[in-house]
């Protein structure tokens, strides 16, 4: 099954690493012309460094309304569109007991994993897909939909985002909204699970390996794609058979 973005443009936050930057190569090579953003300039460089096809880097803060704002019209600007937008950006400046969290560490992760990508899709909404409808893709976390030690504060998060990405599905059609709830994945934000639990976790899976970014990417550029066009409001789990895992223990 052919699956492509020709003609398609797209805006990737958190797209100098991880998850972000699987995604948006996966998007340039498929033929969409691509917008990356993450605070820091030089990130953003090296990874475009790293894609093909038509790639342009903005440096905001995903947290940021002025950033936020900022960005979308660069991105206006630039490619004349938005048709597929990701909300990847996170952060988790947090681990231990939810009730053990700080005010500055609670409103910090907030501000990143929820209020952000609630403005970003505002924004995003009003330059371009009110009335041209497109694709919004909300990266959530497994950690949405069951309890973790540790990371309550961060899950809180993405279980908001997967109830957000139903939401605007039922507000904003035939813009379409989908999440991908990923389980562990081989990244640099999750460097310190990856090393802790990782080959543990790994051993459990059926499928015997922790996530890559690249598996994300995949499921990412089908639900960008037209062949996904009855998707909406659904968020995807893909953590390499964890759930299954889970009952089998």
């Known amino acids: 099954m052919d699956v492509s973005l020709s003609g398609k443009v797209a805006l990737v936050t958190g797209g100098s690493r991880g998850i972000g930057k699987a995604i948006a190569k996966s998007f340039a090579e498929s033929g969409a012309k691509v917008m990356i953003t993450s605070r820091k300039m030089d990130a953003l460089l090296e990874a475009r460094e790293e894609m093909g096809g038509e790639v342009e880097v903005f440096a905001a803060n995903a947290g940021d309304l002025d ?3 900022s960005c979308v019209q660069a991105t206006m600007e630039r490619f004349g569109a938005i048709d597929v937008f990701v909300n990847n950006a996170a952060t988790n400046p947090y681990l231990g ?25 505002q924004a995003v909404w009003e330059a371009w897909m009110k009335e041209h409808p497109g694709v919004i893709i909300n990266i959530a976390s497994v ?40 389980g562990l994945v081989q990244t640099d934000f999750a460097k310190v699970l990856v090393e802790n639990v990782g080959d543990q976790l790994a051993a459990r899976l059926p499928m015997g390996r922790i996530g890559r970014p690249e598996d994300i990417a995949n499921l990412a550029t089908f639900l960008a794609s037209d062949r996904a066009s009855w998707i909406t409001g659904e968020t995807y789990v893909i953590d390499g058979g964890g759930g299954a895992a889970a009952e089998r223990m």
């Not at 007991?97 to 899709?121: E, Y």
């Not at 957000?164 to 991908?180: C, D, F, I, N």
């Open 67 to 69: 950033g936020i704002s």
């Open 97 to 121: 007991k939810t009730l053990g969290v700080d005010a500055s560490r609670f409103d910090k992760t907030f501000q990143v994993n929820i209020r952000g990508p609630l403005f970003w899709c």
């Open 143 to 182: 950690g949405g939909l069951r309890a973790e030690s540790g990371l309550g504060v961060y899950n809180l998060t993405k279980a908001a985002i997967i109830h957000m990405t139903k939401q605007l599905a039922s507000e904003l059609g035939p813009t379409r909204v989908v999440g991908v709830a990923p």
